[in-house]
């Protein structure tokens, strides 16, 4: 019962999240905003607003690899967002942009996610050692013990990276009415496609609570 509560459901959660933004961008990547704004334009214009000018716009390649990097002041947009004029595509990249803001006002948690990351992609490289590991050797406490810290450096990280995501994604939906970009029911469209986006972390969250869960579960039975 334990593996199927802490672990099954939640990569139940986290198809379903998966299922419900790539149900979302593609419902509304097929819906032209009235602006015309391509995603490039309006992630400039909520860093201009905010008197940014020294972040570089980039397009790359991939589908849904938007992101930004804080520590060289690049924001990088997926070609489909970059050139895009959908809700989909202006929302995606006005919460790119948002996290621009984030770093431009120093906000707390982007900061303590920042410090985070090379102890989690740490972490991240040795997780498929442990967990090939834990399949042959899962009597093995010391094995056990290091999933343990782990999952905890996994959890702690995506934690923090909840209020990061949804931060972000407020911004940017108050910069998109507040600037004109969209009007109307057009928020809706883009309300959906950043709810839904979030929920991914919320479910990346779960996951990693309920290894955690389950490993230290699986170290007290074993003592």
Known sequence: MEFIALILVPIVIGLYAQAKVTSAYEKYSRVASRSGMRGRDAAEAVMRSAGIDDVKIVSIPGHLTDHYDPSKK?????AENYDGTSLAALGVA???AGHALQHRFRYAPLNLR???VPITNFACSLLPIVMLGGFFLFNNLMTIYIGIGIYIILAVFQLVTLPVEFNASSRAKAQLKGLGIIEGSEARG???VLDAAAFTYVAAFISSLGWLLY???AANSRR
Do not use: F, I, K, Q
């Not at 690049?74 to 997926?78: K, R, T």
């Open 94 to 96: 006005a919460h790119e």
């Open 215 to 217: 490993l230290l579960s």
């Open 190 to 192: 883009v309300d959906d």
């Open 114 to 116: 920042m410090a985070l």
């Open 74 to 78: 690049v924001l990088a947009l997926s």
